[in-house]
């Protein structure tokens, strides 16, 4: 059933909190399978990542540097695969669910800072734009509210929530701390392979999120690797350099495990059952608002109207 039909399916004089409280109910009952599944592709993927980030550096080294690779000394080699495996491990051990609740809370941190400080500057030129009209127009103009918008409490729950909006949020920033977690585990391997002169240049962390965001568009390049063309200038025909790095991309993986996939799907299941509850409850509380609205509106006419004695 479509979202459209179920909600065609209510009935349009329920209460509205009591379907709220159906609806929660449901959501509770998605959440143990959806956390199971959950913590079945991350074992997978905690499996995966290591063998599949030594395959990327192999293609990487072998396609790119095979004489620079050659020229390090067996010692240097046998250091070099160590701190791979090291750093991949330790990253691996971090891919729970508890630990990426707490990498999520903290991007979802920088993501409201980000936003509040885009508000304040948004306030800020609303406020200016609405003095310059008063006084071109000696307070005849165009005026302007430049009030800042109530601020919810939406500190991420570090178990998941009942309510269907909230639990969709969690499920989406969950996904994104993984995405932020493997950027940096490659930004890191990319560090050890400059090091040892097997990449051109370690590309900035920005451009990285850039390229996984889609707002940068990248060369086409093997699994778990990306190319990009530099410039080596900043003027307009300033010869560019192409620079190819690691960077580990859930997608890729998914891709190249069947296993890894097919969990993959069976969580996105999961996710398409709460989009039908998430589109449910955004229905039923903008009805439960215009209700209390409605009501508040009739009360104060009432009061109006009422004798005064």
């Given amino acids: 059933m479509t979202s459209a039909e179920a909600l065609q399916d209510l009935n349009p004089h329920q209460d509205a909190n009591q379907v709220l409280r159906q609806l929660e109910a449901e959501t509770d009952r998605l959440v143990l399978p959806l956390l199971r599944q959950l913590e079945a592709y991350l074992g997978l993927l905690r499996q995966q990542v290591p063998h599949q980030t030594l395959q990327a550096v192999f293609v990487l080294v072998s396609q790119d540097c095979p004489e620079r690779y050659s020229r390090l000394s067996p010692d240097e080699r046998q250091a070099l695969q160590q701190r791979l495996q090291t750093l991949t491990a330790e990253a691996c051990c971090l891919l729970t669910v508890e630990h990426l609740l707490l990498l999520a809370r903290k991007l979802q941190a920088e993501h409201q800072r980000t936003r509040q400080e885009r508000q304040r500057k948004m306030l800020a030129a609303l406020e200016r734009l609405n003095g ?178």
């Fill in 132 to 309: 310059e009209e008063q006084d071109e127009f000696s307070g005849d103009g165009l005026i302007l509210s430049v009030q800042e918008p109530p601020e919810e409490d939406t500190t991420l729950s570090l178990t998941p929530p009942r309510d269907p909006q909230r639990l969709e949020r969690w499920c989406v920033w969950l996904r994104q701390a993984m995405v932020h977690h493997l950027r940096t585990l490659s930004h890191q391997l990319n560090v050890e392979l400059l090091n040892y002169h097997l990449i051109q240049a370690v590309l900035p962390v920005r451009l990285l999120d850039a390229v996984l965001a889609g707002d940068v568009e990248a060369m086409q390049a093997p699994e778990n690797l990306l190319k990009v063309a530099v410039p080596m200038g900043n003027e307009e025909n300033a010869p560019q350099v192409i620079i190819c790095v690691l960077l580990l991309r859930l997608q890729d993986m998914e891709f190249a495990h069947r296993p890894l996939r097919q969990s993959r799907e069976r969580l996105q299941k999961h996710r398409k059952v709460l989009q039908n509850l998430v589109t449910q409850s955004r229905h039923w509380q903008r009805r439960l608002v215009r209700e209390q609205a409605m009501a508040d509106w009739n009360d104060d006419l009432q009061q109006l109207q009422s004798p005064r004695s």
